[in-house]
């Protein structure tokens, strides 16, 4: 039942499983690079916070499959703190994005070249209060941001989800001080309801002088640039990404769309997750709920006991 209405409410999520995606955050990927040609010229590329490897899995459609002649070129290095299935050609590191270690461990698989492009698709388990989430997501960008002025070349381009919020002209602003172009971009795949955004730095330029550092990767103090009115304010401009005559996500589709084609056979995900953190939750709940039950099953014989016994008596 489950199964069967979200794959009627969600059309991508529909069309991932159909086209072979783990997940239908591919088209958020697929539709950003249609916008603005990520993927030209680019031959080294770092996914951060890559499970369950969708973003990965179009790189390595896009720069090897569909370029077999530069395949031998193409390393695609995923970093993640949880495991992630295999996929043909992509490098996996289980690391930690706040650590120089795993910076120096990307750069080592690049052969001591550094990336044309950085992305970054994580987010945290959100809660549903917007001012915590926010602020958390934005922590996990400066992360994101920080490794990346660690492995991305001058002149490469970095791509991160936000959640937008009151206060994410400050991140706007520290992306500001290492990218002349800040965009922020709304994917056709990416729900009209959902806070989700992504913004698109382009030409990498850090500030002459600046040395990499995971100690502090703010160099805008939040007092000073709230103070900042008017024009003194950094604009970003907003773009929606996707074509307007594509699917609409927030739109509920039919299984199938004419009555002579066969009753629609809803699929299983491209790829389960590895040891998922919640499956330890299910297990207890499990255990808790059977040991629930015998408890209840011994009250109850109990309980038949004590009236047998007071009959007799």
């Not at 070129?73 to 690391?95: E, N, R, S, T, Y």
């Not at 992305?119 to 996990?140: M, N, R, S, W």
């Not at 001080?177 to 959902?194: D, E, G, M, Q, Y």
């Amino acid at each position: 039942m489950g199964r069967s209405s979200k794959d009627k409410r969600d059309i991508y999520y529909r069309l991932a499983k159909e086209e072979g995606w783990r997940a239908r955050s591919a088209f958020k990927l697929l539709q950003l690079n249609d916008d603005f040609n990520l993927f030209n010229g680019v031959n080294r590329v770092v996914d951060l916070c890559a499970a369950p490897g969708s973003w990965s899995q179009v790189l390595s459609r896009k720069l090897i499959q569909e370029r077999p002649e530069d395949k031998d070129k193409v390393k695609i290095v995923a970093v993640d703190l949880q495991a992630m299935a295999p996929l043909p050609g992509v490098i996996q590191i289980q690391g930690d994005i706040t650590k120089l270690s795993t910076a120096h461990e990307i750069i080592s698989h690049f052969e001591g070249e550094k990336a044309d492009l950085v992305i970054c698709d994580g987010a945290p388990d959100v809660t549903g209060l917007h001012d915590i989430d926010e602020y958390v997501q934005g922590q996990l960008l400066l992360a994101a941001l920080n490794i990346t002025t660690h492995v991305l070349k001058p002149g490469g381009n970095f791509v991160a989800k936000i959640f937008r919020g009151k206060d994410v002209d400050i991140l706007y602003g520290q992306l500001k001080v290492f990218f002349p172009t800040v965009s922020i971009c709304k994917p056709r795949s990416s729900r009209s309801s959902s806070i989700e955004s992504f913004v698109v730095c382009q030409n990498y330029s850090p500030p002459a002088g600046y040395v990499p550092t995971m100690c502090n990767p703010l160099l805008i103090d939040p007092k000073q640039f709230k103070s900042l009115e008017g024009v003194n304010r950094i604009i970003v401009p907003f773009i929606a990404c996707g074509d307007l005559s594509g699917y609409d996500a927030d739109q509920t589709y039919p299984l199938a769309t004419s009555s002579g084609e066969k009753e629609y056979q809803s699929l299983s995900p491209t790829q389960e997750p590895i040891n998922p953190p919640y499956k330890t939750a299910c297990l207890l709940k499990k255990t808790n709920c059977l040991a629930s039950s015998e408890n209840m099953g011994q009250e109850a014989s109990t309980t038949v006991e004590k009236s047998d016994t007071d009959v007799l008596s």
